[in-house]
């Protein structure tokens, strides 16, 4: 796949910027890079946003054998590496589903794992906003299907909080794992709900800020409950395509909202990295 995207990281141009909420403390390069960040005054619930990147026709994922991540949506954009990793940086919870963690199987996520090269700048952030270690990398799985020598399981770098099935449970404790996990089993027949995830990252982790990084189905979910607050997305400048019988994923899976109760957005931020669009909405 040609790479579009320049691989010299320049600073986001702000197109629109809402002045609601509190400026974080970015570091000084962070700043020149990204610009101000906003996010709402702290409140006794979790505050859950999502990011992902897609094309100009809403594909996320080609969904094929080794080109089923992100990059190859974005082009292998720096700038949307380093907005992931910001996100990330910010997060005290990063919630993925097995299939994304499928997809890119030695992948950590944490901030300096998506964008080493500003490690220093991300870990002074969460320093500054009181943050003490990595974010908690929760894998939603109701099969328990999941290798636990995996690197997010076995190498120590991040807590980690498995949400799947009493069945889920009982197959993933066959495996040894390390001390950085936790397993926890939730009564539910097939799809786990948002709310019953939410509630065990409540039960582990007292931080307010819950990134949800897919997949699309996960994602689905947290629409389909209410419960997502906020939606960044990167609008790559690539037309995928699609077959009429195609396995590609769009944004949302496994719900429909219109035309009886579509789910409308307010664009709250709007940047701007070469051809690359970086756009953000709040559902109330």
Not at 82 to 100: F, Q, S, Y
Request: charged letters at 20%; proline letters at 6%.
């Amino acid at each position: 796949m040609p790479r579009r995207n320049p691989t010299t990281l320049v600073p986001l141009v702000t197109l629109f910027e809402s002045k609601d909420g509190k400026a974080l403390p970015l570091p000084a390069k962070l700043a020149r890079l990204y610009g101000s960040l906003r996010m709402p005054l702290a409140r006794e619930r979790p505050h859950v946003i999502s990011n992902f990147v897609t094309t100009l026709d809403g594909v996320v994922s080609l969904n094929v054998k080794g080109h089923a991540s992100g990059s190859d949506i974005s082009g292998f954009s720096v700038q949307d590496r380093m907005v992931m990793g910001l996100l990330r940086a910010i997060a005290d919870v990063v919630i993925i589903g097995a299939g994304t963690l499928g997809a890119d199987r030695h992948h950590i996520w944490t901030a300096e794992d998506i964008f080493p090269d500003l490690a220093d700048e991300y870990r002074q952030l969460r320093t500054a906003l009181g943050k003490h270690g990595p974010p908690l990398n929760v894998i939603v799985s109701g099969s328990g299907q999941v290798d636990l020598d995996l690197p997010v399981f076995a190498s120590g770098k991040v807590p980690v909080l498995i949400v799947t099935t009493t069945a889920g449970a009982k197959r993933l404790r066959k495996q040894k794992a390390s001390d950085a996990v936790e397993i926890r089993a939730v009564r539910s027949v097939g799809v786990i709900r948002a709310s019953s995830i939410i509630d065990q990252v409540c039960r582990v982790n007292t931080g307010k800020l819950i990134l949800v990084e897919g997949g699309p189905r996960l994602l689905g979910d947290f629409y389909a409950e209410g419960v997502l607050d906020e939606q960044f997305l990167t609008l790559a400048p690539q037309i995928a395509g699609r077959q009429i019988d195609d396995r590609q994923f769009s944004l949302v899976m496994g719900q429909m909202f219109a035309s009886r109760s579509p789910v409308w957005g307010t664009l709250v931020d709007l940047r701007r990295g070469g051809s690359h669009l970086f756009l953000r909405y709040s559902f109330p």
